[in-house]
């Protein structure tokens, strides 16, 4: 039996040694001594909880860790709102956990409650679908539910989108898989994806399937957006780090959308850089986390600014930008939106379940 004590100390420092030495022993580092093993880690357990909340509490306090060791910044002041959009569209609110129909002036209309969505789509129907962490939704205006696919425990949704027949492709991290269903909740297709990448949360965020049959993957912590077939092979893929997600143009080219890569890069099938945004090309815009994006028909680009990561208030949620890179409408309102990271630009026509809608 080791004659090693554990150490002593008063009030909060005693919390923070009881549960260094809670781990320790556990790890197989040391070892306590007979009579004490039982109280230190009863003590210990305690502990862990007292240094967890407060660990926590302080977390909450800060909101941006630009470097280690510095502490994060408050975000800036709040602004009186900037709405020149000028479009109606519908979004999702990652941060306020809501989706949200809103008009050209950028007055919200119609909004409902959803954890953390990431994708939305405004239906022919004018039904919402639409991604929670844990599943998908399609909601009548009302808000009523009329399809639900429910995610298995363990698993993360980020994508999604309407195919023809009322099935709805779903990307689900966890399995590494893309799923299409059927109104009646049946599997119809499953798609095996490639990763590196163990940590559920950080294997996909956008995922588009293509008129040709194929899928598109943006596969963020794999640092790559890749193109499968139906049998799950690999067929092309554009190396970014961080990679969001991409959407196939009618000319066969990929937009590529690359979160905290802060870049904004369009590419052809050779993986050749054919238009771009780089995080300073835009005075008074900089670019932070790229998510969500549709390419209009005027060839301008709508582009989801989410501003986690440090970057609460700071960016406009959404812009439009042209090909010169010249922003010609924002909505900047912290006010009334939180953190935005999918948009879906409404009344320009097209159909969707053809992919006629590039986002």
């Not at 977390?59 to 002041?77: F, H, N």
């Not at 937009?255 to 054919?274: C, P, Q, R, W």
């Amino acid at each position: 039996m080791s004659s090693r004590k554990a150490p002593h100390a008063g009030g909060f420092g005693r919390d923070i040694l009881a549960v260094w030495w809670y781990h320790a022993r556990r790890r197989g580092r040391v070892k306590a001594a007979g009579h004490r093993r039982r109280s230190l880690t009863v003590k210990a357990k305690k502990s862990y909880w007292i240094v967890a909340g407060l660990a926590l509490s302080a977390a909450a306090l800060l909101t941006d860790a630009p470097t280690a060791g510095k502490p994060r910044k408050p975000p800036p002041p709040l602004k009186d709102p900037v709405l020149t959009l000028n479009k109606p569209f519908a979004c999702c609110d990652y941060g306020r956990n809501k989706v949200c129909l809103v008009d050209k002036t950028g007055k919200i209309t119609w909004q409902m409650r959803a954890s953390h969505p990431q994708d939305l789509w405004v239906l022919a129907n004018g039904n919402i679908l639409f991604t929670e962490t844990k599943g998908v939704k399609e909601v009548t205006r009302d808000k009523k539910v009329v399809w639900e696919f429910k995610a298995p425990p363990g698993s993360e949704i980020h994508a999604c989108q309407p195919l023809s027949g009322g099935k709805v492709m779903i990307a689900e991290s966890g399995p590494m898989r893309i799923i299409e269903v059927d109104r009646a909740g049946k599997i119809t297709k499953e798609v095996k994806l490639t990763t590196n990448c163990k940590r559920t949360h950080g294997q996909m965020r956008g995922v588009r399937k293509t008129a040709k049959g194929t899928y598109l993957v943006g596969q963020y912590s794999d640092g790559v957006v890749r193109e499968y077939d139906g049998s799950g092979k690999i067929v092309w893929e554009f190396r970014h780090k961080p990679a969001f997600g991409g959407i196939r143009l009618p000319d066969g080219n990929t937009l590529v959308a690359t979160g905290d890569g802060h870049h904004i890069v369009e590419v052809d099938k050779d993986s050749k850089v054919v238009w771009e945004i780089k995080e300073k090309d835009m005075p008074g815009n900089p670019l932070r986390f790229v998510a969500g994006m549709q390419r209009l028909p005027n060839g301008n680009t709508v582009v989801c600014s989410w501003g986690g990561h440090g970057h609460v208030r700071a960016p406009p949620q959404i812009f439009e930008v042209t090909r010169d890179k010249s922003i010609v409408g924002v909505i900047d309102d912290w006010k009334n939106f939180g953190t935005i990271t999918g948009v879906f630009v409404m009344g320009l026509g097209g159909d969707a379940t053809k992919f006629e809608i590039m986002r």
